[in-house]
C-alpha cells in the first residue's frame, strides 16, 4: 500500500508527473513549466464537484496501480511534448480522498504559442481519463453508499462497482461478477 506522505513522481527535463495524497499546488505546477521560451501556459484543474448526475456527492476518493499509472502519465506527458513541440508539461494526479471544491488532477503546459497549448492540455486530459491506470470512488450522501468507476468523465462514466453504504466489506458487488 502507498505511503500517504509519499508523492510519486517521473521526471525529465521539460517533463514532469506526479501521484499523490496530498493536496495539489496550482503553483508549483505552474513553475514547472515556466519558461522564457514559452508565450503561453494552459492550466487544467480538475475539481470535485458537489453533484453528479443530480445526485449529491460527499467526495471522491480516487485510487491506482501506481507504477503502472506514473509510467503510463510519463509516456502521455512525452507524447504530448512531442507532437504539439511543448516547452514543458506537468501532469500531476491526485489520490486518496478529494474533498469537495479541491483539485484532483493539473495539467499545465507551457508553448512557444497558445494554439499548441491548448490543444496539447485538452489531449493530455482526455488521454489521462481514457488510459491511466486510476480509479474514483464516487461518495454520494444518504444510504445511497458510492460507485467505484473507471476515471473517465463527460458520460455518466464507466460503472466497476458499487459501495453500499452498510459498511460490510462485501457490499462491494464488481459488475459483471
Not at 14 to 28: C, E, F, G
Not at 32 to 38: D, E, F, G, T
Request: hydrophobic share 35%.
Amino acid at each position: 500500500m502507498d505511503d500517504p506522505n509519499e508523492t510519486h513522481t517521473k521526471e525529465e527535463p521539460n517533463i514532469y508527473v506526479a501521484l499523490t495524497h496530498q493536496p495539489l499546488d496550482i503553483t508549483s505546477t505552474i513553475n514547472r513549466v515556466k519558461s522564457p521560451k514559452a508565450g503561453a501556459i494552459v492550466l487544467f484543474a480538475g475539481t470535485t464537484r458537489d453533484t453528479f448526475s443530480s445526485r449529491p456527492v460527499l467526495h471522491l476518493h480516487y485510487t491506482s496501480y501506481t507504477p503502472l499509472a506514473l509510467t503510463t502519465l510519463h509516456t502521455i506527458a512525452r507524447s504530448m511534448h512531442s507532437k504539439h513541440s511543448l516547452t514543458a508539461i506537468a501532469m500531476v494526479h491526485r489520490l486518496g480522498t478529494v474533498p469537495i471544491g479541491e483539485e484532483s488532477i493539473l495539467i499545465a503546459v507551457s508553448a512557444p504559442h497558445r494554439g499548441p497549448a491548448w490543444r496539447a492540455g485538452e489531449e493530455a486530459l482526455e488521454e489521462c481519463k481514457a488510459r491511466v491506470e486510476v480509479w474514483k470512488l464516487e461518495e454520494f450522501g444518504g444510504e445511497e453508499g458510492g460507485i467505484w468507476r473507471a476515471n473517465r468523465d463527460g458520460k455518466v462514466g464507466v460503472e466497476v462497482g458499487e459501495v453500499r453504504g452498510d459498511g460490510d466489506d462485501r457490499s462491494r458487488e464488481l459488475a459483471g461478477t
